[in-house]
């Protein structure tokens, strides 16, 4: 049987505690790009320079047995099949482990205009198929400043 995804999201950062507790810094829910009116609206595909992490609560109900699972994460900007971020990671539930914490880092973050929808996947390790299992959000919106004032050259 396949873990139940409790909780997904995109953070700015996973702090962990010596207990293995986590904390979400930022929860990556609206993100605002200023973008030159010199330079123009940024291309669909571009990606800000920066740090973030995905981060994932799995829960199953029975914990006696050790098992292996498969986590893909994709994100959509509105309107669009293709991924324009693609993650996958391996995890394992310890035999008597009900909870576990999957956290991947990245670089990078798609900025195109619109919603960025990410959605999480899971497999058992070794199958083929994946089962949808949540997703989540992110509205980007660019705001466009002017241009600064040429500086008057004298004559």
Do not use: Y
Not at 38 to 65: H, I, K, N, Y
Not at 110 to 136: N, Y
């Amino acid at each position: 049987m396949l873990p139940r995804l409790a909780l997904f999201c995109p953070v700015e950062k996973v702090l962990r505690s010596d207990e293995g507790a986590a904390s979400l810094i930022s929860i990556l829910e609206n993100l605002n790009i200023s973008v030159s009116e010199a330079a123009g609206a940024p291309p669909p595909d571009a990606v800000f320079p920066t740090a973030w992490a995905l981060f994932s609560l799995w829960e199953r109900s029975d914990s006696q047995e050790p098992e292996t699972f498969e986590q893909l994460v994709q994100g959509f900007h509105s309107g669009s099949t293709s991924a324009s971020f693609r993650s996958e990671i391996q995890f394992t539930f310890s035999a008597g482990l009900k909870r576990i914490q999957v956290h991947q880092a990245a670089f990078g973050f798609p900025v195109g205009q619109g919603e960025l929808t990410f959605v999480a996947s899971i497999r058992e390790l070794g199958q083929t198929e994946w089962e949808e299992a949540g997703h989540f959000a992110v509205v980007i919106t660019h705001e466009v400043v002017p241009a600064p004032a040429s500086p008057e050259v004298p004559a």
